[in-house]
């Protein structure tokens, strides 16, 4: 089946447009691993008490502040990495993170990088620091351009589209922004971070 790299406007909207129609699209990595997402979370700026870019601008989030269709990759509790698609326009904080994926390829090579902890394919990539590590993401592809692939990251449709109904909950693990319903799931998917 033929694969379609989004667009640039595919990302230039709202984080909340952009959340949910991320859903059943595929993340492509190096060395032949993809996963389709069925998980992800928005986050925006100045009114999300949840986002990075709550309190402005610095060296650590300055990628979510655009341009959209980057990848915006930070580490968090000085053991992981998290992998967002910067959304809206330029100046603007805005991110959807990715928080599951179901594994479709390079599965060999994503057991590898996962190691004992991964010991069935719902293990791969069911959580946020889970699929960047299986998928090989980190640090050093903080503000990849993912419209033109470069690194060999990017998000494509495979015609799939996303569910007409996604599941919304809250977000989770956060401490502030916790009452607003900004996750997005593929409702059945086995792969989530935590059961809806």
């Not at 984080?15 to 069925?38: D, F, M, T, W």
């Not at 999300?48 to 959209?68: E, I, L, Q, Y």
Request: charged share 20%.
């Amino acid at each position: 089946m033929s694969r379609k790299r989004l667009p640039r406007d595919f990302y230039a909207r709202h984080a909340l447009e952009v959340a949910p129609n991320l859903l059943n699209k595929v993340l492509v990595a190096p060395y032949g691993r993809a996963g389709r997402i069925v998980e992800v979370e928005a986050y925006r700026g100045a009114d999300d008490p949840g986002s990075h870019g709550f309190r402005g601008m610095t060296r650590r989030n300055a990628t979510m502040f655009g341009p959209p269709g980057h990848l915006y990759v930070y580490f968090t509790y000085g053991m992981h990495w998290c992998a967002n698609v910067v959304a809206e326009t330029d100046g603007v904080a805005a991110a959807v993170l990715l928080r599951a994926l179901t594994p479709l390829e390079g599965l060999e090579a994503m057991y590898a990088a996962r190691g004992p902890a991964a010991r069935r394919d719902r293990d791969l990539c069911s959580g946020p620091a889970k699929l960047t590590q299986a998928l090989g993401i980190d640090g050093s592809l903080d503000g990849t351009d993912l419209v033109s692939g470069d690194h060999g990251v990017t998000i494509v449709d495979d015609a799939q589209p996303p569910p007409s109904e996604p599941a919304v909950t809250a977000r989770i693990g956060l401490s502030n922004g916790t009452d607003l319903p900004w996750r997005f799931c593929v409702a059945g998917a086995a792969d989530l971070s935590r059961p809806l």
